[in-house]
């Protein structure tokens, strides 16, 4: 009969959905084989040093006729391949290889003998493939040494259970949500029971980050997940926990080693395909950091117990040329597929080299691993379920780019703009020279001021000081002290009808804790924001430090105040009304104009950075118009005045009638529109920020004759030295309202009120 009409052997033609049918028929036969040890369907595997075929063919009986003596031993994972002419198989998984002639004396009978085909119903023929897979019940695979973060938590870093008086480790998949509330997936036989506590070491720190939620996946059945498709008494094993994280500001959707992620891998039994096998996929797991891999299988059966079958979606390994761990502790991490596109010429894939670059899409989440030994060497491989499957039962999507830059604060773009004109205001003179010196220790170039380059900083060993409160101090142990130093709810009217600007500007020695904690309590506001109260803290610490010509510490602290300024001159830093109005909730019950700090502060300034850096001002002229400044109480006075200022160009409530509208617009639409609306306005705050700064620079260079003790040194600082100054716990020590006083010097009101401790944790942005 000619070759064109035997269609049972046109093995290329076969489908997932013929394999799993085939596995599904004759599983149970297989795996009473002696040596069977588990089955996945996939693409035969080809030894790598097999020749190809001289002709175009591709079925079994062309390989035969290949070198005999070049296939002799067994065939492995690790030195077999998928090649342009592999066929649909089902792959089958021995403990031990066994040549032909083994069976049928000895310990291998005839009826161990695994068949090199599967024959349908119908007629079809499926391939058989054999792989030697010796399993290991444990590995000496060590972790590496974990990557613990030091603000931010994210994707790749380990989260900790204590059960039992033992310590579990997990990582981090991804951030998701359910359109309510954020959080962190990882794997449930960690994350535990709902409302168990969660932990991470942040900053060396063992701290509470969250609890478990009570959405969680152990297994599903497999028809369940698929339906239509053949697997009766199988199961997917997911093993999938989330945590409901306990501070949103704390995390980030960037996932560590990774960098930006592309859309999700959508699969479904409508689209599962054996095009994933050989297919690229990388990861970064808290214990065995970047693991660069390859899918080797599908639906891997890989135990069975009362009755029932358990299958993991995916089996990945080891990639050609490169080394492939994976250890206790990578438990939860997210595998993504890589997709290529070009890259621009300047850029490499880490790990590899070549004109291309991968988009990396969120695939799968590992929940356990294999551990097959190869020529007397452990060789692992990870086990995971499809993140899809995942997000559809448990009816949440994967956050992609939330925190990424920094969610709820006044944006980097913001701060690092203000410091680099409030150094082009200085007037020339040691100052200016000590300044501009170390220009890129405080800030940016104004040039280089871009959100692309900004990302990602709180990964970096080194945070340029202008933004060092947002990316390190609110991220660490100081966080809850620091929180509230970033803001003030100045407009909100008392019983008497009085904002607390109404009680400051009419009389200067208002600025006082005893003043600004009656204010709080008769309001009823909890956030009890301190903002000027920290200026007044770091105005004294600069003149200390200039008078004991400690050059280091007077720029550390310099360039870090920038940040309190730069907050002080943002309408939505300053107002009850931040982040909505919360006394008029919309139908959702949130604040009417929910997530307007965010749309304002960070989508309009980013998307017109460049437009605010070639108009913001800084100049020596204009930083006349604030008043002397003596001590630390004349600089919080001058920073309320800033405040004032603020409101009188931009009133919040302006901003959130501008925003509730187009709140569901795509973020261009409302960066545009509120553009063009506060556009210029944004312009003349922050210009009169900058101007303050410098102002409030060259102050405690007057106060404390800089010209004499420090001078014309200039020169810049090492970046490292820097770091030691603002992660010392003991360097400009953050507070709360009710601690601030005791610290505070200068007008005897206000330096000697709210000296009663607390530690409440002030949780406000």
């Not at 997709?339 to 080299?353: C, H, N, Y």
């Not at 294999?370 to 007397?376: E, I, L, R, T």
Request: glycine share 8%; charged share 20%; proline share 5%.
């Amino acid at each position: 009969m000619s070759d064109v009409l035997l269609t049972q052997n046109d093995f290329a033609a076969l489908s997932l959905l013929d394999l799993l049918q085939a596995r599904e028929l004759f599983h149970v036969h297989l795996m009473n084989k002696r040596n069977v040890v588990g089955t996945a369907v996939g693409r035969y595997l080809i030894r790598r040093n097999d020749p190809y075929p001289t002709q175009e063919k591709t079925q079994i009986h062309t390989l035969k006729n290949s070198d005999a003596s070049a296939r002799k031993g067994p065939k492995r994972l690790e030195d077999t391949e998928v090649r342009y002419y592999s066929w649909p198989c089902v792959l089958v998984f021995v403990d031990r290889w066994a040549e032909d002639d083994d069976f049928g004396r000895g310990q291998y009978t005839r009826e161990d003998f695994v068949p090199p085909a599967i024959y349908l119903p119908d007629g079809r023929k499926v391939p058989v493939c054999v792989i030697e897979a010796t399993s290991q019940d444990a590995t000496t695979i060590e972790p590496h040494q974990m990557a613990f973060p030091r603000n931010l938590l994210g994707g790749g870093y380990p989260v900790i259970t204590n059960v039992q008086g033992q310590l579990h480790i997990a990582s981090v998949g991804c951030m998701v949500t359910d359109g309510h509330k954020a959080y962190a997936l990882t794997n449930r036989h960690v994350a535990g029971e709902a409302g168990e506590r969660i932990y991470a070491l942040v900053d060396g720190k063992q701290l509470p980050v969250g609890t478990t939620s009570n959405k969680q996946l152990t297994r599903l059945p497999f028809q369940t997940v698929y339906p239509g498709w053949p697997g009766s008494e199988v199961f997917v094993n997911m093993d999938i926990g989330l945590i409901e994280v306990s501070d949103t500001a704390e995390w980030t959707a960037q996932v560590y080693g990774i960098g930006k992620l592309g859309k999700i891998v959508d699969l479904s039994a409508r689209n599962f395909s054996l095009k994933l096998i050989g297919s690229n996929v990388r990861a970064y797991g808290c214990a065995s950091r970047l693991m660069c891999g390859q899918v080797h299988a599908l639906f891997y059966r890989y135990k069975s117990i009362g009755g029932f079958e358990y299958v993991s979606d995916f089996l990945i390994g080891l990639r050609p040329g490169l080394t492939f761990d994976t250890a206790h502790g990578d438990s939860g991490t997210l595998w993504l597929l890589e997709e290529v596109e070009e890259a621009d010429e300047d850029e490499s894939i880490s790990q590899e080299s070549g004109p291309e670059k991968p988009v990396l899409r969120p695939m799968a989440v590992q929940w356990g691993g294999q551990v097959f030994s190869a020529s007397g060497k452990s060789q692992p491989f990870a086990l995971a379920t499809c993140l899809s499957t995942v997000c559809n039962h448990l009816n949440v999507e994967i956050v992609r780019d939330w925190n990424t830059g920094q969610r709820e604060y006044w944006g980097a773009v913001g701060h690092y703009a203000i410091a680099a004109k409030a150094i082009d205001a200085l007037p020339a003179g040691g100052l200016k020279k000590l300044m501009e010196d170390n220009l890129k220790n405080i800030t940016y170039a104004p040039a280089d001021i871009d959100i692309r380059n900004i990302k990602g900083l709180s990964k970096r060993p080194f945070v340029p000081l202008a933004d060092v409160p947002d990316y390190v101090w609110k991220m660490g142990p100081r966080r809850n002290q620091e929180r509230p130093n970033h803001f003030a709810d100045m407009d909100q009217k008392d019983p008497a009808g009085l904002t607390l600007l109404d009680i400051c500007k009419s009389n200067p020695a208002n600025v006082a804790v005893t003043v600004w904690q009656a204010y709080y309590k008769s309001v009823g506001d909890s956030g009890k924001g301190l903002l000027p109260f920290r200026v007044w803290q770091f105005f004294d610490a600069m003149v200390d430090f200039i008078k004991s010509s400690k050059t280091e510490e007077f720029v550390c602290a310099a360039g870090i105040v920038s940040h309190y300024i730069g907050d002080a001159c943002q309408p939505l830093h300053i107002s009850y009304l931040h982040d909505g109005d919360p006394n008029h909730p919309d139908s959702n019950g949130d604040p009417l104009g929910s997530g307007v700090h965010t749309a304002y502060e960070d989508t309009m300034v980013n998307t017109y950075t460049e437009e605010l850096l070639q108009r913001v001002n800084g100049n020596a002229q204009n930083i006349q118009v604030f008043g002397k400044i003596d001590d630390g109480h004349d600089a919080a006075f001058q920073t309320v005045r800033l405040m004032q200022d603020t409101f009188d160009i931009i009133k919040p409530i302006d901003i959130l009638r501008a925003f509730a509208p187009i709140a569901s617009e795509s973020k261009n639409e409302v960066a545009d529109t509120l553009w063009k609306q506060f556009g210029d306005d944004t312009v003349k705050v922050m210009s009169t920020g900058a101007n303050l700064l410098a102002h409030v620079w060259q102050e405690a260079w007057r106060v404390a004759k800089g010209d004499s003790t420090i001078g014309n040194q200039g020169g810049a600082i090492e970046p490292d030295d820097l770091v030691k100054l603002y992660e010392a716990p003991d360097f400009l020590t953050s507070y709360t309202l009710n601690q601030i006083g005791q610290i505070l010097r200068g007008t005897a009101m206000a330096a000697t009120a709210g000296a009663t401790q607390s530690t409440a944790s002030d949780s406000k942005l």
